[in-house]
């Protein structure tokens, strides 16, 4: 039995503000560090602690990933980049990878990516504003959502 929260990156510059006009680098703005203090403190209220975070290679999921760790006294060495994570990976693939965490943990990806993870595990579609989450249990024999925040 484990936790797994699924969460989008925070709010990002636009693809103007960075050096290369390339959508994998752009940065979290001021606002997406914002809604990751506020997004993180709902999840420790929950007595949520994350075991291990994953995300994306893309740069605002790194950086997201990196606020939630520094938010949750989680060590930076617990973040795993993963390609399972990016936008276009395979669903299937990226479903596979979820059933076997065995520790409580965070993934953090894009839009519409969320929802169509979350769609594929709860059968619940779900529309993910930056910085959102949703909490699920997964047991051998059930997976549940038990909470959420930023969503519609």
Not at 58 to 68: D, N
Not at 119 to 148: H, P, Q
């Amino acid at each position: 039995m484990s936790e797994i929260v699924i969460f989008r990156h925070a709010h990002a510059k636009s693809i103007s503000e960075t050096e290369t006009g390339l959508d994998c680098d752009r940065e979290i703005s001021d606002r997406g560090i914002v809604e990751i203090n506020d997004s993180v403190l709902k999840l420790i209220s929950e007595n949520f602690k994350p075991e291990l975070i994953f995300c994306s290679p893309y740069k605002r999921a790194v950086q997201t990933a990196q606020k939630i760790s520094e938010l949750t006294g989680l060590e930076l060495g617990k973040i795993t980049v993963s390609n399972l994570l990016l936008p276009d990976a395979k669903l299937s693939e990226t479903i596979s990878m979820i059933k076997s965490i065995d520790k409580n943990s965070i993934l953090v990806t894009h839009m519409p990516f969320v929802s169509e993870i979350v769609m594929n595990l709860t059968a619940r579609r779900i529309l993910f504003l930056t910085a959102g989450w949703v909490r699920i249990l997964i047991k051998s024999d059930k997976i549940e959502i038990i909470s959420s925040n930023l969503i519609y």
